[in-house]
Structure formats: C-alpha cells, structure tokens
C-alpha cells in the first residue's frame, strides 16, 4: 500500500508511540537467555498455548507472541534478555489493542492492498523468512500489521503543518543550523615514506589539476579513481593529528608528509567554507519532517491512551516463558 505526500507510514505505531526496544538489543543480546536443546525456540510446548493476552474476544498465546517476534526481528530474538523482550511483548500488546480498535471501525484489506503487501514484506524480511513459505498464521499476522498500518494512516493523514510552524521554528533553533567551519580535502595516499617524499617535491607549486593527476597514477587510497578527493569535512569528523594539519593549511597548499596506519599521507586543501547558517527556504524540508513527526507521534500517544481506556484488555505476564521485566512508569496491570 502506498501513502501519498511525504509520509512513510511502514510500521509507524513501532517508530513513533510503542516503547523503542531495538536500542536495547545489542546491549542486552549480550545478556543471552540459556535456550532448551529440545527446542529451536526455547518455548517449550506445554506453554505455546497458554493465553498471554486477551483483547476483547480475541485471545493470543505465547506461540503468537513467538511469531511477531520472528517476523518483527527474524531469528536473532532467541538470543535476547528478558527486558528486551519485555519490551517487545509491550509493543505485542498495543499492537493487538491498535488491531482491535482497527476491526471495530471495520478497516478493511482490499485484495491488491493484500498482494502488493505481501510481495514487498517478503522482499525485506530476513533471510530465514524468504526460504520458507509462510503458513497460515504467519500470514494473518502480517495482513494484521498490514491493517494497523492502514488504520494509523487514517489517524494522521490530515495532519499538516503550517509554514507559521516553520518560520517559529526555524527562529527558534537557528543554532541547529548553523554550519560550521569546513574544508574540501584531497589526498594521495603512499605506501611507503621515500615515495611520498619524492612525490611531495613533485607537488610543490602544483595545480589542483596536476594533483588530481598524480593522485589518480600513484595513490592507494580508495578514492584515488577520483583524483583523490576525499570530500567536504567537520571539524571532528577526521583522526585528530590529521585536522591538525588539515585545518592549518591555507586553499591549495599541499602538506607535509603525514604518516598513519593506513601508509603515508599527502593533504591538499582545495577549498575552505567558512561558517554559515542554512537560510530557512532550504532548511524548511527538514524542519517540516520534523514538526510532522513530532505531531504524529503526539497524536499516537493520545490515541493510544484512549484505546487502552475504552478497550476491555487483559495482561497475564505471569504466564509469559520469560521474566516479563516492567518499566518505571508501566502502566499495564
């Protein structure tokens, strides 16, 4: 399904009001829950069928719960700590709550909504996931996410945002763009320091023509096919002993001979930006995002509040396979 405009609506309800977990799995994959050698999963099968959430009428186990996580993240969720899967649990169950709200406005799938879907979800999904066919849970699963999507698309496609917004903002945080001192580099990278003294007498009195050449012939470094340009850079974003150098140097000096772990380094400066603020005509685009985003999410978390209140939904942590983990300020019960 396509969204018009600039919105991106793909797994909006995870990005923008469910609890952000993915920051979590990299610190706590090192956290690894000890798995059951008799099972691919560590679910053991006496508890895939205990109800871990009820919504309504609709009632869903520990085996859903182990489907969304094999869709949402692939294999990898096998591995995880318990607070990481606390919090995805979290975002199982407002899910289930957004999909119940979405079946009672009577959203519904048409046929090409389902099909094109379906095509594109199998393109992104992990590996694992491509080399089998889905059964027929795995399926309604991903035709359920498919309808959350198109029902938080119907919350929030009207929201706009005024050029007024804009213009405040843009008055507001003009240190956020504000530019600061850059320089253009190029470079020839040598592998051994008696050829780049060599070439660095070379280079003496030398054009930005004459540079690109030499580098094109002689230098190894990866942008050597580009007459060693390096790019456009921030102070902070190159090694420190080099922005010593680089940033002393005036337009179209070349530097002295800079030794690192890569070989041995040329420099050339070939333009210097002095620091500028990005007028608001070109950072409206951005700002614009961002004030939407923020409006979205908003709007979200509202809604989402709302549903949990008018809903009849129950919790059941007690009978996850894991140690369900709360949050400071969780508000299930």
């Known amino acids: 399904m396509n969204y018009p405009g600039e919105l991106n609506l793909k797994k909006m309800w995870r990005l923008f009001v469910l609890p952000s977990v993915f920051v979590l799995l990299l610190p706590c994959c090192s956290n690894e829950r000890p798995t059951d050698s008799s099972s691919d999963s560590g679910l053991q099968e006496a508890e895939k069928n205990i109800m871990i959430l009820r919504v309504q009428d609709?009632?869903?186990?520990?085996?859903?719960?182990?489907?969304?996580?094999?869709?949402?993240?692939?294999?990898?969720?096998?591995?995880?700590?318990?607070?990481?899967?606390?919090?995805?649990?979290?975002?199982?169950?407002?899910?289930?709550?957004?999909?119940?709200?979405?079946?009672?406005?009577?959203?519904?799938?048409?046929?090409?909504?389902?099909?094109?879907?379906?095509?594109?979800?199998?393109?992104?999904?992990?590996?694992?996931?491509?080399?089998?066919?889905?059964?027929?849970?795995?399926?309604?699963?991903?035709?359920?996410?498919?309808?959350?999507?198109?029902?938080?698309?119907?919350?929030?496609?009207?929201?706009?945002?005024?050029e007024e917004e804009i213009e405040d903002y843009y008055t507001q945080h003009k240190r956020e763009f504000l530019l600061q001192e850059r320089v253009e580099v190029s470079q020839i990278l040598l592998p051994n320091e008696e050829k780049a003294v060599e070439l660095l007498e070379r280079l003496k009195n030398s054009t930005s023509a004459d540079f690109k050449r030499i580098a094109q012939a002689e230098s190894i470094g990866v942008e050597a096919s580009k007459g060693g340009k390096m790019g456009?850079?921030?102070?902070?974003?190159?090694?420190?002993?080099?922005?010593?150098?680089?940033?002393?140097?005036?337009?179209g000096e070349v530097s002295p001979v800079l030794e690192s772990a890569y070989g041995y380094h040329i420099f050339r400066l070939d333009a210097k930006h002095e620091p500028e603020l990005i007028p608001q005509e070109k950072a409206s685009s951005s700002i614009r995002m961002k004030i939407l985003n923020q409006k979205i999410k908003e709007h979200l978390t509202l809604h989402v509040e709302s549903l949990r209140d008018s809903l009849d939904w129950d919790f059941f942590p007690k009978n996850l396979y894991f140690q369900y983990q709360r949050t400071l300020n969780d508000s299930i019960t």
């Open 58 to 162: 609709s009632n869903y186990s520990n085996s859903d719960f182990e489907k969304y996580l094999q869709l949402t993240i692939g294999g990898e969720y096998k591995n995880l700590s318990d607070i990481s899967l606390s919090r995805l649990v979290d975002n199982f169950i407002e899910e289930k709550i957004v999909l119940e709200a979405a079946r009672e406005q009577e959203i519904s799938l048409s046929w090409e909504e389902k099909k094109e879907y379906l095509v594109k979800q199998r393109n992104e999904s992990p590996d694992e996931m491509n080399s089998k066919q889905l059964d027929e849970n795995e399926l309604n699963l991903l035709l359920d996410q498919l309808l959350v999507e198109k029902y938080t698309y119907s919350l929030v496609k009207d929201i706009e945002v005024a």
């Open 232 to 251: 456009i850079f921030e102070m902070g974003q190159l090694p420190h002993e080099m922005e010593k150098v680089i940033f002393s140097l005036k337009e």
